[in-house]
């Protein structure tokens, strides 16, 4: 069994940024494929990026590529993710998740996940 809890979440004006940060608990960590997705109201889940158990690999959905990073620190059971030129459609609850198996990026395909925090960006 994992645990997931987000937390850095929060309001912020169009173009800023913020953090998110994932503490994981129970199983080993470093074994697990991290991934954040994101869900606004009366919208599906989405995925937003994913990152492997080892090396780092990182892959993101087409609407957030080249403005957040996720990256994760084994060390401290911990995931991140670096959201900058933040837009009002960015507004959404994030939940971290993990999985198995590298590459996922389906909501099914995910095993654990957190409780979500919510991200606004104002206009």
């Known amino acids: 069994q994992v645990t997931l809890v987000e937390s850095g979440g929060g309001l912020v004006q169009a173009g800023g940024s913020l953090r998110l940060s994932c503490a994981a608990s129970g199983r080993t960590f470093s074994n697990l494929a991290m991934g954040w997705f994101r869900q606004a109201p009366g919208k599906e889940r989405e995925f937003v990026a994913g990152?492997?158990?080892?090396?780092?690999?990182?892959y993101y959905a087409d609407s957030v590529e080249g403005r957040f990073s996720i990256s994760r620190e084994n060390a401290k059971n911990t995931v991140y993710l670096q959201m900058n030129s933040l837009k009002p459609e960015d507004t959404a609850a994030y939940y971290c998740?993990?999985?198995?198996?590298?590459?996922?990026?389906?909501?099914?395909?995910?095993?654990?996940w957190g409780q979500g925090t919510q991200v606004t960006v104002s206009s």
């Open positions: 990152i492997s158990w080892s090396r780092g690999r990182t």
């Open positions: 998740a993990a999985t198995r198996a590298y590459g996922q990026n389906v909501a099914s395909d995910y095993h654990y």
